[in-house]
């Protein structure tokens, strides 16, 4: 009864802030914070999860200007927690077809979000200078999963090097973000679920002289976020148990362009 009491309110709640978010927007549409202020109010909603949520910011990231955040995408709750960690002048990258889900399509538009069609190959292979362009030009920071999906308890996925390009392009640092793991550790009808630790890591500046380097570098940065989500999860008593070919795939270097 509480997981359909818990499901009813995060619906309402994702579809009076998307229509709030839109009536603001509507005032100064694709403005650079909209993002940051509708991702506050979402992440909010973990409350209704009986999560726990905090944020770790440290004081190189603090007032950074413009970067490209990287964080790991776990599950379809992640609207709801990692949003919470959206800093001022921060859109996201997505599928265009997103702005045809009820209010949360017309808000994610309206808030100045990215939209890119993943159906059409050549707008595709533009979206690393159209993103590193929009950075330049709106001093905007850009966040994206770097795994290209969601891992649903899987450890972290092997990274592809758009985001780590998009920062070459924009000449901007890239600066991880940690979230522990949530993977089948939120149960609906359990009044407390828990912590949830994100932690924002050290910016990493990609030098001139490395920028052939972009896959050697996109590995290390996956490397030591894996450490970082290793202790998180420890923290929390949430580590995550992996099978033996996922266990092997966690620790091989990652090819994928």
Known sequence: MLAVIR????????????????LFCLIRPFHRDNVHHTAKYMGKVSKLLGLEVEIRI???????????????????????????????????????????????GQMYWLTGNILIDRKNKNKAMNTIDMTAKKIREKKLSVWLFPEGTRSYGRGLLPFKTGAFRTAVKAEVPIVPICASNTHKTIDLNRWN????????????????????????????TRAEMLVKLTALNKETGREIVLSKSEAAEQEQPSEIK
């Open 7 to 22: 499901i009813i309110l995060m619906t309402i709640a994702l579809v009076i802030i998307s229509i709030c978010s839109c």
């Open 193 to 220: 679920n828990g912590k949830m630790i994100i932690e924002l890591l050290d910016p990493i500046t990609i030098a001139e002289d490395e920028r052939d380097k972009i896959r050697t570098i996109t590995n290390q």
């Open 58 to 104: 440290p004081d190189s990231v603090k007032n950074i200007g413009p970067v490209v955040y990287i964080c790991n995408h776990q599950n379809s709750y992640d609207i709801f927690t990692v949003s919470g960690a959206v800093q001022p002048g921060t859109v996201s990258v997505g599928k265009k077809s997103l702005k045809w889900i009820p209010f949360f």
